[in-house]
């Protein structure tokens, strides 16, 4: 899928779960935890891409995500698009096929989703609050290029550096004190978790077995029959899908903060009649 995509898909699953953990398990967070969960998560659902580079030097090319902070994160994703090309040709048993980039290996994975949510959770831990606030700056900054592509796209990389800064830098100012803040690692987690789910509504799929062999193949592309596959950019994605998940995060919103606000108007309209 596409990065505005993943990021919408992302965003309403980590409101829905919010949601869920509020109705059936008591489990409620502030408006400022829910919204920084719901931007990591959004951000989440954008990293797998790093491994899809463009032109550095040119600061060109490269998926939605690789472009979020410029000519910087253009190398980033050159450097992870080599790493996992490396892990892919390291790994490959005979059956697999050659391949000239890393794109849809490594990082659109289990244990990759698995080590950045154990990774962010770690240096949150360890390091506290400051790593939070980057965190959020850099998942932000995703975010903002996922869910806003084409804003971004017109606004340039500098300002959606700037409006990322701008949100860790308010984020920053009402944490509370050091804390585990395990609940980033999660949202990291999730989000890579949904883009790996959302690609593999493509005919391409994802090797999200991998590292367990199939048959004699250790990187075998996982996904949903061609017949029913979505087309990437297509009525399927941008119509359906875009409208079901921005439908799912609005009702997750209404059904998170209508009653707490109707319980707080019903006294005021009784006091006024």
Known sequence: MMGPSHALSGA???LA?????????????????????TAVCAGGALLP???????????????????TFGVFSLFVAEVIEKVSLGIYTATRLRRDPRRENGHRTFTHTLPFAALVGWGTTALCAHVGKWAVVGVVFFTAG???RGLFEQWAERAGWLI??????????????????DRGYPLLGFAVAVGCLVHLLGDMLTKNGVPILWPVPVGRRMWRMVGVPNSVAVRVGGTGEVIVLRTLFTAVAFAAVVALYAPNFLHRLDPALWADG
Do not use: I, K
Not at 17 to 33: I, K, R
Not at 160 to 175: D, M, N, Q
């Open 12 to 14: 309403a699953v980590w």
């Open 17 to 37: 779960e919010t949601w869920a953990l509020d109705h059936f398990a008591g489990y409620g967070q502030s408006p400022l935890a829910v919204a920084v969960g």
């Open 49 to 67: 891409d790093l491994d899809l580079s463009g032109r550095v030097t040119r600061n060109q090319g490269g998926a939605t995500v690789a472009r």
């Open 160 to 177: 959606v550096t700037l409006c990322a800064a701008g949100a860790a830098v308010f984020t920053a100012a009402r944490l509370p004190g």
């Open 142 to 144: 995703l975010a903002l």
